[in-house]
T-cell receptor, first 112, second 111 residues
């Protein structure tokens, strides 16, 4: 059974640029959620995808967008990067309405 | 705005002692409660979840839930240096996949 994999592990971008982060969910999991974790904070919910549709969204602006593919993998896109977007971005997969998330190892994004 | 509150610590506990971590939540509609462990620079790892009042034990870990008082706690018995990490409390509403996290408590086990 494979776990949740994320790529890339680290990324440095310039303010105003766009970035795409990728996630492959754990085998058998049909739901993918994305979280942003700033330094010293708990993860903050960005959005969730189930069966390729957005299934809930947190308090993030529209420049944060996502996709889920038929194989349940997912992308997080962030446009017009701001310095405050610097954070650890976590992908988590689960079976909808079943307990327990499995988090990937995360992507550390630095915006300069 | 749903809130999950944790003491940020650091909490220092001697090796072999019991570490007690606490979490309170504001939304009475919260149904499920999770404890994650996060080592520095790593992603959160699920330790336990609980959804019924009372205690739930798994090895050295015990989760305790009191819905009337809106708190959940995690006890770690026979603390080991490898338990040194940040412990995140998270809550979820029924039928909602979103987890709301606290800021975490940093635990240090002193050899």
């Amino acid at each position: 059974e494979t776990g949740v994999t994320q790529s890339p592990t680290h990324l440095i971008k310039t303010r105003g640029q766009q970035v795409t982060l990728r996630c492959s969910s754990q085998s058998g999991h049909n739901t993918v959620s994305w979280y942003q974790q700033a330094l010293g904070q708990g993860p903050q919910f960005i959005f969730q995808y189930y069966r390729e549709e957005e299934n809930g969204r947190g308090n993030f602006p529209p420049r944060f967008s996502g996709l889920q593919f038929p194989n349940y993998s997912s992308e997080l896109n962030v446009n017009a990067l701001e310095l405050d977007d610097s954070a650890l971005y976590l992908c988590a997969s689960s079976l909808l309405h079943r307990y327990g998330y499995t988090f990937g190892s995360g992507t550390r994004l630095t915006v300069v | 705005q749903k809130e999950v509150e944790q003491n940020s610590g650091p909490l220092s506990v001697p090796e072999g002692a019991i570490a007690s971590l606490n979490c309170t939540y504001s939304d009475r509609g919260s149904q499920s409660f999770f404890w994650y462990r996060q080592y520095s620079g790593k992603s959160p790892e699920l330790i336990m979840f609980i959804y019924s009042n009372g205690d739930k034990e798994d090895g050295r870990f015990t989760a305790q839930l009191n819905k009337a008082s809106q708190y959940v706690s995690l006890l770690i018995r026979d603390s080991q240096p490898s338990d040194s990490a940040t412990y995140l409390c998270a809550v979820r509403d029924f039928g909602n996949e979103k987890l709301t996290f606290g800021t975490g408590t940093r635990l240090t086990i002193i050899p």
